[in-house]
């Protein structure tokens, strides 16, 4: 059956492919961002343009008599924008998935060093402050966990009215369209025969690929299950071992440099930060394991340096 579904932001990475997903199962796709970004969806979305840390902007795009089943929020990284969300949204939608992060156990990495639990956070009991400048963007990426921990603790408190969950997710892995650059900089500096300076401990952490996120989304958007829940694939990897296997794949050796406290580089960690997906499983779902997609991310970075002028190794 066709729904009426907002989804706030999904110009680029993942949101893309969750847009085309809804589109193709004929729902009805709103679209709310700055309307900064151009996206390939053609007359087949409704747009509206908005700010999303703006209460007015939000009140004047989704007035009383907005309503729809399903809302997606890509964009909700702070407790004001939580705020905002009950404030609109209470009362009137379906159901309200807000995207989080794995981040948001940051303030529990080193101390529990078994894999992280969604009650581990005790959202009751999370200190929130929407006086800090959440809307100031290097304030906002330097407390990027922080943000989303508060965030989900006022819909906990106040989303009485809101169908909400927050789909913790780990780290995405993408292929060269990932704005993030995150692995494709992991792939250059083997192909360029560099080493990785990462911590001695070299903890593990949760991963997952964009159409993971993207079936989990989808999926979760069906259910009713309420509150946070981890995502993430099975097969942990490290900053050490994601380079070992990207080596192997390239038939390159693996240079590292251990030290004391972790290194300048994506996901190296002193000690492990890895999400129990244990609540999703109860719920129905099952993930899929990285050594599935893996090897064919490190291609395509691969096949995207070779494309480059001239020679990218060094």
Known sequence: MSQSILVIGGTRYFGIRLVERLLEAGHQVTLATRGRAADPF?????????DRRDPASMRAAFGDEARYDLVYDQMCYSPGDAAIAVERFGGRVGR?????TIETY?????????????ADLELAAEPVDASLPWTDPVFAETHYGRGKRQAEAVLAREGADLPWASLRVGHVLGGPEDFTGRLARHVERVWRGEPLHHAVAAGLSSFIDVPGVVDFMWWAGAQDFRGPVNVAADGLLSAPLLQQRIARRLG??????PQPT????????????VMDTGRARALGWTFGHSDAWLEALIDAHVAALEREPGDARA
């Open 96 to 100: 309200y998935l807000m995207t989080s």
């Open 252 to 257: 390159h050796e693996a240079l590292a440099r």
């Open 42 to 50: 053609g007359a087949r979305v409704r747009r509206l343009r908005v």
């Open 262 to 273: 972790p290194g300048p580089t994506e996901f190296d960690y002193a000690a492990p930060h």
């Open 106 to 118: 940051e303030a529990l990495h080193g101390r529990v060093l078994r894999p992280y639990l969604e």
